[in-house]
């Protein structure tokens, strides 16, 4: 079987986890491919909901194996406080459940210090990144100084490139960002110790996924953050560190590029970010609050990973086909749209104006926003509370020709549809 790729189309919470739970019911293999413990995905397992940060929230499906890429970056004290929480619940991980590549990279408390740190001396510049030490764990790959999984198989090599990356890294904080040094030796020890149960996980997941695609089951690739993070293709500097898009899926799992097959793109049905950076169409005041919800709810726009709130808006499809563009997507998953009823008409940022032109692509990419004005298109909404639909005749006209209007500006099929929290609200649309 062909790989099938999901992946946010928006800035990240685009309620991929969700989309995710519902693929790999039929899915063998769920692999993640970029970015580390900074995404967060609600999971409901019977009674209880809980967040998984880093294990692919597919493995709650008992036959399914998990596996986190060589895009990836780590950090094992978090990796195994999930598989800790995920045994709580009576989901048991261990080596034959869960594949980590040796060619990922290792995040450690010298990441998370310099990630406050540099943030702190962005001030009112800074990025607004979730503190993770994502950032710095990547530059150190891309610098060639990083820590990669695999070294933890060879404790000796492990101990002393630990050492030096501990001994650069406070040699930093102190010099540059005047911030107290790391103490060293507990952390060294801590590290040595999560080797030894990091090791029989540690694998050649490119080689697993390969045979597994040539033997024909189903692999699912699952997204973290969105299109718009993507450190190449979003909105450069206020993006992640790592390549979220689709294309990022082969080579932060050592895949070959003709075993694609669908590329599944998740937005929610209108917009939202977390962090800094440009949104053109952003909203305030009543409308909003509509969308953002009072927070009182798991699903209300607060970050699952930091809590804060999230800025609203209403769809952008210029970014959306912007998005479609770069990731070669083949259809369209539309969250959320539950949270639109009750709104008397709905916007829809349909191209950009700059001074006399109007622009339906993006001239300069994502990275140049700031100049833009939204054209919006108008449509009437709805008042009905459509969390009870099942199918399309259960939607309202006025749910419907939003959907149908998005596919027509976008030019692929809206496939899903989501109506509430819950696993069964769901519109699939034939
Ligand atoms: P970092 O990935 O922690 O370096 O943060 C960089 C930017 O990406 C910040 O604006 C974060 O808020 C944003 N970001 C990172 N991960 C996610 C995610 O999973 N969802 C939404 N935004 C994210």
Known sequence: MPLDILVGAQWGDEGKGRMVDLLAAQADLVAR????????????????????????????????????????????????SEIEALAQVGVEIHPERLQISYAAHLITPA????????????????????????????????????????TMLNSQAFHQELRQH????????????????????????????????????????????????????????????????DLDHGTYPFVTSSSTTASGALNGLGLGVGCVGRVIGVTKSFQTRVGSGPFPTELDGPIAEHLRGTGENPWDEYGT???????????????????????????????????????????????????????EDLPLGPGALDAFQPVYEEIPGWQADIRDARS????????????????????IPVRMVSVGPEREQWVEIA
């Open 33 to 80: 491919y970029c970015g580390g413990d900074n995404a967060g995905h609600t999971v409901t397992v019977g009674e209880q909901t809980f967040k998984l940060h880093l294990i692919p929230s597919g493995v709650i499906h008992p036959h399914t194996v998990g596996i986190l890429g060589s895009g990836m970056v780590i950090n094992p004290a978090v990796l195994f």
């Open 111 to 150: 990441h998370l210090a310099l990630d406050r740190a540099l943030e702190q001396q962005r001030g009112t510049d800074k990025i607004g990144t979730t503190l993770r030490g994502i950032g710095p764990a990547y530059t150190d790959k891309v610098a060639r100084r990083g820590l990669r999984v695999g």
């Open 166 to 229: 501990f001994e650069e890294a406070n040699q930093l904080l102190t010099t540059m960002y005047s911030a107290p040094p790391l103490d060293i030796a507990p952390i060294l020890e801590e590290y040595l110790e999560y080797a030894r149960h990091m090791a029989p996980y540690i694998k050649d997941v490119s080689a697993t996924l390969t045979k597994a695609i040539h033997d024909h089951q189903v692999v699912l690739a699952e997204g973290a953050q969105g299109t718009l993070l």
């Open 305 to 359: 990973t930091t809590g804060r709130p999230r800025r609203v808006g209403w769809l952008d499809l210029v970014l959306l086909r912007y998005a479609a563009r770069v990731n070669g997507l083949t259809e369209l998953v539309l969250t959320k749209m539950d949270v639109l009823s009750g709104l008397e008409t709905l916007s829809l940022g349909i191209a950009y104006r700059l001074e006399d032109h109007v622009y």
């Open 392 to 411: 399309w005749d259960d939607l309202p006209d006025a749910a419907c020709d939003y959907i149908l209007r998005i596919e027509e500006l976008m030019g």
